[in-house]
């Protein structure tokens, strides 16, 4: 039995004398290490040591340039299992569940604008997507992957497509330019023969595939009944159509689509007939037809849905569940499955109706890109799925700020196009559709009239817009290397400077109609053109794989003026014009007649060997530059670059394209990445 400490101290303390003299030490030790901890200075806290502490991003990615937009539908019913996929603005996505969750399909498709789908008639796994950049895509996978197959196509919309019933094979393609066919699966395509006016729509005759229709904007419908290889004209008495549709159980009738009116022949096209007077003044916008069953049509409108059970004859209402009382719903596309005709889907765009006060209207729906529905019941009731999601990753190719608009950028993306934001990137609009081709590599804003907008395309074309992107029209051709950047003298805006990739740099002295080659000596890859707007005689600063070249005669004759420079960029502080410029490597080995009077920027921060990606000067505050470098982010220099600091993270991991900065808002600042548009956030420190 063990001694009390009440009943015999002394003894007890003797038994524990080590144990109470090692505790002691050990509380005399922890009070030394506290007492030096706490005259130290602490270090600064960190995320990867502070426990539930968390690093505020300084960017965020911008909302999604490739929005959720159906432009087709395909249905598969292996089995009866029903499988959608939908042509979108983002690509090919496809559900298993009827629209209730949707992913996304396109690896290995260049381009993601989307507009036409066509199924193999035999095989389930094979598909086909039409893109708006004249490119055919071929998936024998079930859409897991693609393969492109336009040799022979030109670079205009793919607006339809058709596989051939009888021989998978061959199919043909609807373009602006014509139709055009091919007999390997679209390894090689050529022209059918010639028809006028641009096309919009086609149809094909499924029990006789080498009879199609197709629907012209100018010159009404064309027919062929020998596979293309010759066509005659029907006599319409209706010239826009825009959408064509051919019952599968009664093939000799086709309906017909046009100014917002259904029309119908029962006869091949011989004679057609007015076939929706039933109705008010709503504009019909898609047609789709029961394939079971050729008396059922259904027809959408710009407000809901109408169906006919008798070929026509009456209408009747069928958008319960689909259009809402305090909305306008606008149906774009109807799909109804091949298997179960009872089964239809719709894409609709809804609309807020005008308010006394603002007298507008507004989009509604998913990002305002619109809505998903499915019937399961002939299209008598409906119910919302869920929409194609809005896809915020995008490759960007170049960045261009509206010299006058703060809240204003273009953004060209890889497969994707030209967009243009007006309220600094919470939304974007595809502002490239008749463009020919979707990869912008080079964007252009005239500093005086900034509605006038030029773009450069890889193929070495330049292409001019007059209404801030809304119409464009081709400006030339500069040469057969990519374009890497374009210039507008801001002293002659008719003078314009355009840099490529291999051939050098070229100047078009009317608004890029002629172009002539003005890079004797001075290099064949133009990275930068730098313009010195103070006249009379303009100076330009050529930024080349042999350096930094200058012009005091736009470019009639050149001389030497920087080596072993990253990237130039202008700025004018005080009337006066300085050249701003980031060296490749070490500072030091920026040489050159032009040392004393540019801005070397010292990024001093920086990781020795980091590459640079750009460089920027603040339009709203000409002492302040910007630096992107790769694995760093942005580096923020003040003033004329004597202090720098990098401005937050958000970044890691990206690879940084371009930059653009707001003329009005020194924190407005984008950068384009492999996978998006970042937009800063300033901490509140």
């Known amino acids: 039995m063990g001694t009390s400490f009440a009943a015999d101290p002394m003894g007890w303390l003797q038994k524990r004398a080590v144990l109470i003299i090692a505790a002691l030490a050990l509380i005399v030790l922890a009070a030394v290490v506290w007492k030096e901890r706490s005259t130290a200075t602490p270090p600064a806290p960190s995320p990867a040591t502070v426990a539930g502490t968390a690093v505020p991003k ?22 009866g299992m029903v499988i959608l996929y939908a042509g ?17 399909c396109n690896n290995g498709l260049s381009n993601r604008l989307v507009r036409a789908l066509a199924l193999d008639p035999d095989d389930p796994n094979v598909l086909y997507a039409g893109t708006w950049n004249g490119k055919v895509h071929l998936s024998t996978d079930a859409a897991a992957s693609w393969q492109e197959r336009s040799v022979g196509l030109p670079p205009f919309e793919i607006r339809a497509l058709a596989v051939h019933t009888h021989d998978p094979h061959k199919l043909y393609a609807g373009t602006p330019a014509g139709i055009y066919t091919t007999t390997d699966r679209g390894l090689n395509w050529h022209a059918a023969a010639f028809l006028t006016g641009t096309v919009q729509c086609m149809a094909m005759n499924p029990d006789h595939p080498d009879r199609l229709y197709v629907g012209t904007a100018e010159n009404g419908i064309y027919k062929t009944l020998d596979g293309g290889a010759t066509w005659f004209q029907l006599p319409a008495t209706f010239a826009d159509v825009t959408s064509l549709v051919i019952p ?24 057609w007939e007015y076939a929706d007077s039933y109705r008010d003044r709503a504009v019909a916008t898609c047609l789709a037809v029961d394939p079971k069953n050729a008396q059922v049509v259904y027809v959408g409108l710009q407000d809901g849905l109408h169906k006919s059970k008798d070929a026509r004859q009456s209408w009747a209402q069928s958008d319960a569940g689909l259009k809402k009382e305090d909305r306008k719903t606008e149906v774009r596309v109807i799909a109804v499955d091949p298997i179960d005709s009872d089964i239809l889907f719709t894409y609709a765009v809804t609309h807020t109706l005008a308010t006394a006060e603002t007298g507008q209207t507004a989009a509604g729906g998913h990002r305002g890109n619109g809505e998903f529905f499915i019937s399961t019941n002939a299209g008598e009731t409906w119910q919302q799925r869920s929409m194609v999601p809005a896809q915020d990753e995008a490759n960007i190719l170049a960045l261009e700020l509206d010299p006058k608009d703060g809240r204003t950028f273009y953004a060209s993306v890889a497969g994707g196009g030209l967009y243009k934001t007006t309220d600094k ?4 609009e595809h502002v490239g559709e008749p463009l020919p081709a979707a990869w912008i590599t080079a964007v252009a804003v005239d500093a005086v009239n900034t509605r006038r907008v030029y773009v450069g395309i890889w193929e070495g074309f330049v292409f001019k817009s007059s209404d801030g992107g809304e119409t464009w029209a081709p400006a030339g051709s500069v040469s057969e290397a990519q374009i890497s ?27 890029g109609w002629q172009w002539t080659y003005k890079g004797d000596d001075i290099g064949k890859k133009v990275q930068r053109i730098v313009v010195d707007p103070r006249g009379p005689q303009t100076t330009v600063y050529v930024l080349t794989e042999n350096g930094v070249f200058r012009s005091h005669d736009a470019g009639e004759s050149w001389e030497s003026y920087l080596f072993s420079v ?76 004597t202090r720098q600091t990098p401005l937050g993270p958000g970044l890691e991991g990206l690879e940084l394209r371009a930059l653009a900065l707001s003329p009005d808002d020194s924190n407005l600042i984008l950068v384009g990445t492999d996978r998006g548009i970042y937009r800063y956030q300033p901490s509140d420190e």
Not at 59 to 76: K, S
Not at 595 to 607: N, S, Y
């Open 88 to 104: 979108t603005e983002g690509g090919v996505f496809k559900s298993w569940d009827r629209g209730t969750t949707w992913i996304p």
């Open 566 to 641: 990253a990237d130039i960029a202008p700025s004018i502080k005080g009337g006066l014009f300085q050249p701003v410029v980031v060296p490749r490597a070490d500072p030091g080995y920026v040489t050159g007649m032009g040392l004393e009077g540019a801005i070397v920027v010292r990024p001093q921060q920086m990781v020795p060997g980091v590459e640079l990606k750009g460089l920027m000067v603040s339009p709203a505050i000409p002492t302040d530059f910007y630096v992107l470098a790769e694995g760093q982010g942005v580096i923020r220099f003040t003033n004329s670059g």
């Open 485 to 511: 950047d374009l210039a507008v003298d801001p002293e002659q805006p008719e003078r314009i400077y355009a840099g490529t990739l291999g051939e050098g740099l070229f100047r078009s002295d009317d608004e």
């Open 425 to 428: 990137g919470d939304n974007w």
């Open 248 to 271: 599968p159980r009664a093939t000799r009738t086709v309906y017909a689509l046009s100014g917002g009116k259904v029309y119908k022949t029962e006869n091949a096209g011989i004679y």
């Open 58 to 79: 300084q960017w965020a990615q911008v909302p999604g340039l490739f929005d959720g937009r159906i432009n087709a539908l395909a249905i598969e019913d292996p089995g």
